[in-house]
């Protein structure tokens, strides 16, 4: 018999059995960290709007308020939102609701969904109601407060006011503006895009759309503080609304705008704008617009729209006076 000791096999290691479980309760830490440090971002950030929104004097108030969408999606609740102010023009605001939703890799990017009724109350007692069944908003946000991307679509709102009565719906509606860059070292654009169909009053069997493409040079310097001081600098920087597109349609009716518009020294309207008309003789007639209108009849007619110093033009016939915007 042989004098070698057998040695007994070496028993493997079990590391490699726990690395991925362990690895996993690792990602699954680390994702609830980031889901609750996310969730208490996005609350915070709304309720640093309130608050911006009560130093102009409008108290904004949810009746339930709740966050959700673990483990991947920050999801804020407002149920029963309403405004209410002492000042301005808008006086009172209530809306069925809204969830704000973002993904944790992408929380820049929100999509909002509003619920109905909306019911608005102005300050001449003037009061209107709105109902849809689909509005969804996306904000793409550069800082906490200041968007610079905003997305607007809405299907099937029905719209009704009281002094006076109007009521009209909106078969599909869209609102796009986002932030451009402008000339060197200066102050950014912004490009608006609306789109309208199925557009109709009360009564009225004929609907009617909207295609509108407009750039605002100079436009972030009123996006970034909103008001008459905004208003000013922007005037004083050489701001500038382009008007590239501006197609509104009824029936056999058309009305196309293209121009640009600025304000003078004394905050009225300046500009020139192109618009051609085609089937609009009787409208204008109805207006008191009898030249034009019997010069136009049911065809078509290009002319140019002056704007100088509040007064509109067209050729040396002044149709309105429009009285300084501030």
């Given amino acids: 018999m042989s004098d070698t000791t057998i040695l007994s096999p070496?028993?493997?290691?079990?590391?490699g059995l726990y690395f991925v479980p362990g690895l996993i309760v690792v990602l699954g830490l680390a994702v609830s960290i980031w889901w609750v440090a996310a969730t208490r971002v996005a609350d915070a950030g709304f309720d640093r709007w309130l608050a911006n929104e009560a130093s102009f004097g409008r108290q904004w108030s949810c009746a339930s308020r709740s966050m959700a969408g673990y483990p991947f999606r920050i999801e804020l609740r407002c149920d029963g939102l309403t405004m209410s102010a002492e000042k301005g023009e808008l006086r009172s605001v209530s809306v069925g609701g809204f969830l704000a939703l973002?993904?944790?890799?992408?929380?820049?990017?929100?999509?909002?969904?509003?619920?109905?009724?909306?019911?608005v109350r102005l300050a001449n007692g003037q009061t209107a109601s709105m109902s849809w069944p689909t509005m969804r908003s996306s904000l793409h946000f550069e800082t906490p407060l200041k968007a610079d991307r905003a997305s607007w679509v809405v299907d099937?709102?029905?719209?009704?006011t009281t002094n006076p009565l109007v009521s009209g719906k909106l078969g599909h509606a869209e609102f796009h503006m986002r932030k451009i860059e402008g000339e060197a070292n200066g102050p950014s654009d912004i490009e608006t895009v609306i789109t309208v169909s199925g557009a109709s009053l009360r009564d009225v069997?004929?609907?009617?759309?909207l295609d509108a493409h407009?750039?605002?040079?100079?436009?972030?310097?009123l996006a970034e503080n909103p008001g008459a001081s905004s208003l000013e600098n922007w005037r004083a920087s050489g701001g500038e609304v382009v008007i590239d597109q501006w197609d509104l349609k009824r029936g056999e009716q058309?009305?196309?705008l293209k121009g640009s518009l600025s304000l003078d020294d004394s905050h009225r309207l300046n500009g020139k704008i192109d618009f051609t008309a085609t089937g609009l003789g009787e409208t204008l007639k109805e207006s008191?617009?009898?030249?034009?209108?019997?010069s136009i009849g049911a065809g078509s007619v290009k002319l140019p729209l002056t704007l100088n110093k509040g007064r509109v033009l067209i050729g040396p016939l002044k149709l309105a006076e429009i009285p300084p915007l501030y």
Avoid at 205 to 209: A, L, M, N, R, Y
Avoid at 214 to 221: A, N, S, Y
Avoid at 288 to 294: A, D
């Fill in 156 to 160: 099937g709102l029905v719209l009704e």
């Fill in 254 to 256: 058309a009305l196309a």
């Fill in 102 to 119: 973002a993904q944790i890799y992408n929380p820049k990017l929100v999509l909002v969904d509003v619920n109905g009724p909306m019911s």
């Fill in 214 to 221: 407009v750039i605002t040079k100079k436009g972030w310097l």
């Fill in 10 to 15: 070496k028993k493997p290691s079990r590391i």
């Fill in 288 to 294: 008191g617009l009898s030249i034009l209108g019997g």
């Fill in 205 to 209: 069997q004929t609907t009617g759309s």
